[in-house]
């Protein structure tokens, strides 16, 4: 026997509080492998960025067991064949996973369990992304929909236990006649730092630099502010209660930290709510949440100038050229984005769920629907389409010296700071002295406000009864 547990990590790429890992270090000696599905790969096929960076984790992964005297084996293939194959060549007679919530992981995790039990294999799974996962937090056994709420009885709960790395693994020399070794990255695709270590070591510089002022400054988004541990809670590189214990206990050494702790921690929160959304309603993968059938437009010129940063719209423009150059986009642009391209522009919220789906390096169903579905007024929001964002009086409220927007839209960088966001007002032979390449808005802003309240407000009608 070569391994007595084999470990499959899927989005856990790390060691360190790892519960769906443990559950194989109780079974005895540990083997840990990655299958490189291609159905899978195939899917995600136009997002390099995003798969780099999983490959990165993996690499980071395979270093940290190399530590642990293993190595991480890597098998291309369908899992439901491949683990069962493994289970046998290495006489493991336990298999563990991370339990995983959308739709189509956990189709693919039933058909492993299948193929593996008919082997005589045990398969365990245990929480390993999530500080609290679907189904700990309801309202008298009903799924919340309504954020504020979950978020209080969320509070309520403890955070489970630090769960240990296993202490006995399998040797390199015994697995080296399985596996392949972790794929580079496409060349010429960059991504930062990744795995379990830079991602502990950004929460240590969170927590020691940022979380204080975090209330004040996560909206600023040309400050450098936020934690920026979505890509790495997103491949399991950290756990999210590891991120809550340890912002807790930075809170028990300084109590000036309360708020920042309490801010920072809700934006942990979405997370676990909006994967518990998704797990109870699988439908919210292809439709909306409320039963309301917008009359989106088609306008693909429109969409295309959104998706190259050219709207004429600074602060949307900003946001989209850092998620075109970085894949990361600071939260609060991806709120105007989103707002633009379903409000103003009055464009079918999944245009952009999949656009971001494509770029982002933290793209994840559960999370790009839930947060798309917000901002487009036909997911879990308290408010549902009154809240149009003004890009104009959003920027000169969070990048009021147009930090942001210069950094990333060049072309403005001559514009005076008090019209920084209205580069339309200009008279037209400044604009050709000041901007002569930035294009003029797609559209009016105001007019594309009220294009909206009235759509919107047609297909609440129409949803109740009043419209017919």
Request: glycine share 8%; charged share 25%; with cysteine.
């Amino acid at each position: 026997m070569i391994a007595a547990a084999l470990h499959w990590f899927t989005s856990d790429l790390r060691l360190h509080d790892n519960a769906a890992l443990a559950e194989a270090g109780r079974a005895g000696r540990v083997a840990g492998v990655f299958v490189l599905d291609p159905a899978l790969l195939a899917r995600h096929a136009r997002a390099t960025r995003r798969i780099a960076f999983m490959y990165a984790c993996l690499r980071a992964l395979d270093s940290g067991l190399d530590a642990l005297g293993s190595r991480l084996l890597v098998v291309e293939g369908d899992p439901a064949t491949e683990l069962p194959r493994l289970a046998v060549a290495l006489g493991a007679h336990v298999v563990s996973h991370a339990r995983n919530h959308e739709p189509a992981a956990r189709a693919r995790e039933a058909r492993v369990t299948r193929a593996l039990e008919r082997e005589g294999v045990t398969v365990r799974a245990a929480e390993a992304a999530l500080v609290q996962p679907p189904g700990a937090v309801t309202s008298e056994g009903r799924t919340y929909r309504v954020y504020g709420a979950y978020a209080r009885a969320w509070e309520t709960l403890e955070v489970p236990p630090v769960a240990q790395v296993p202490r006995d693994w399998a040797s390199p020399r015994a697995l080296a006649w399985i596996g392949r070794a972790v794929p580079g990255a496409p060349a010429g695709t960059e991504v930062p730092p990744a795995g379990e270590d830079a991602a502990r070591n950004r929460l240590d510089a969170f927590l020691r630099d940022g979380i204080g002022r975090y209330p004040e400054t996560r909206d600023l988004p040309g400050l450098d502010a936020t934690s920026r541990l979505a890509p790495h809670l997103r491949w399991g590189a950290i756990s999210g209660a590891e991120g809550v214990r340890r912002a807790r206990a930075a809170l028990s050494r300084d109590p000036t930290l309360r708020e920042g702790v309490r801010v920072w921690t809700r934006e942990l929160v979405w997370r676990d709510f909006f994967a518990q959304l998704l797990a109870a309603h699988p439908r919210l993968a292809r439709e909306p949440m409320r039963p309301l059938r917008v009359r989106w437009r088609h306008d693909d010129r429109a969409f295309r100038r959104w998706q190259e940063g050219r709207t004429g719209v600074p602060l949307v423009d900003a946001g989209m050229r850092e998620l075109r150059a970085t894949g990361f986009m600071h939260n609060r642009p991806r709120m105007i984005v989103g707002s633009y391209l379903t409000k103003h522009l009055l464009l079918d919220w999944r245009l952009g769920e999949a656009h971001f789906m494509t770029e982002l390096l933290d793209g994840q169903l559960s999370q790009n629907n839930g947060n798309w579905q917000w901002v487009a007024g036909t997911g879990a929001d308290a408010q549902p389409f009154h809240r149009i964002f003004s890009p104009v009086r959003q920027g000169e409220r969070f990048d009021p010296d147009g930090t942001y927007v210069k950094r990333w839209v060049p072309e403005l960088a001559k514009v005076p700071a008090k019209l920084i966001h209205l580069p339309w007002t200009l008279p037209a032979m400044e604009r050709r002295s000041l901007c002569p390449d930035y294009p003029p808005p797609v559209v009016d802003l105001d007019e594309g406000r009220a294009r909206a309240l009235a759509a919107f407000g047609e297909a609440r009608a129409r949803a109740t009864g009043k419209g017919r």
